[in-house]
Each structure stands twice: as structure tokens, then as C-alpha cells.
């Protein structure tokens, strides 16, 4: 099992930048691949960013892309995301997320590039408290 705490969320006018971070803990940390979800109100959860173990394969939803960055301290067994030029449509319930079966690299290559957003939610074996993230 994995406990997943996210914190940084807030209130940022558009053009901004927020960080959002995501403590890990648990035996099976070492064995999931970490993630971050996001959940409009009236709308359905997405898949906004993930990084496999060790940090060096990292992937993110087309809305998302050369705007934010994920990227996880092995040491701390603590992944961030860094969300620059942020827009109202960001707006969202941010939630940090382990998926689980994350076998290889090339699975979650895969898996990300493939599966649909219920897809990707049903891989989680562990979500987050969430964080509020609001941008006017």
C-alpha cells in the first residue's frame, strides 16, 4: 500500500506559476510509478502528468505539455509538478496518484500514450487527499 500527500495548491491569476508536491509513503512505494490527476468540477478525472521510477521517463497530457513539469526525489520518495503559465482551464482538484502493475518503462509508455482517462484511473491503487488548484 502506498499513503500519498499532496500540498501547494492555491489561487494564481493566468500566466502564473504553482508547484505542487506529493509525499510518498508506504511499502510499495518503491515498486509504483507516480502520477498526477486532475478533476474539473462536472467533468471527468484526467491523467495530467506521470514519471517512472527513477525519474528519468516522464509523461504528460497534450493540454499540459511544455507548461508543466514532473519530477520525483528518490530520496525523499517525492514527486513535484511544476505548473508554469497556468490557465483559467487548469482550474481543477489536483490529486497525487500511485499506479499500480507499473512493470517497465515501456509499459507506462504505453500505458499513457493508449489507455483513455478511466483506463488510467483504474490503475491507481492509491490516490491523494487532493489539492484545490484555482486560476482566474
Known amino acids: 500500500d502506498v499513503q500519498l500527500v499532496e500540498s501547494g495548491g492555491g489561487s494564481v491569476q493566468a500566466g502564473g506559476s504553482l508547484t505542487l508536491t506529493c509525499s510518498a509513503s508506504?511499502?510499495?512505494?518503491?515498486?509504483?510509478?507516480l502520477a498526477w490527476f486532475r478533476q474539473a468540477p462536472g467533468s471527468q478525472r484526467e491523467g495530467v502528468a506521470a514519471v517512472y521510477r527513477g525519474g528519468d521517463s516522464t509523461f504528460y497530457a497534450d493540454s499540459v505539455k511544455g507548461r508543466f513539469t514532473i519530477s520525483q526525489d528518490n530520496n525523499k520518495n517525492t514527486v513535484y509538478l511544476q505548473m508554469n503559465s497556468l490557465k483559467p482551464e487548469d482550474t481543477a482538484m489536483y490529486y497525487c496518484?500511485?499506479?499500480?502493475?507499473?512493470?517497465?518503462?515501456?509499459?507506462?509508455?504505453?500505458?499513457?500514450?493508449?489507455?483513455?482517462?478511466?483506463?488510467?484511473?483504474?490503475?491507481?491503487?492509491?490516490w491523494g487527499q487532493g489539492t484545490q488548484v484555482t486560476v482566474s
Open positions: 496518484a500511485a499506479l499500480r502493475d507499473c512493470y517497465s518503462r515501456a509499459w507506462l509508455t504505453s500505458f499513457w500514450k493508449d489507455a483513455n482517462e478511466t483506463t488510467k484511473t483504474w490503475f491507481v491503487a492509491s
Open positions: 508506504g511499502k510499495a512505494v518503491d515498486n509504483a510509478c
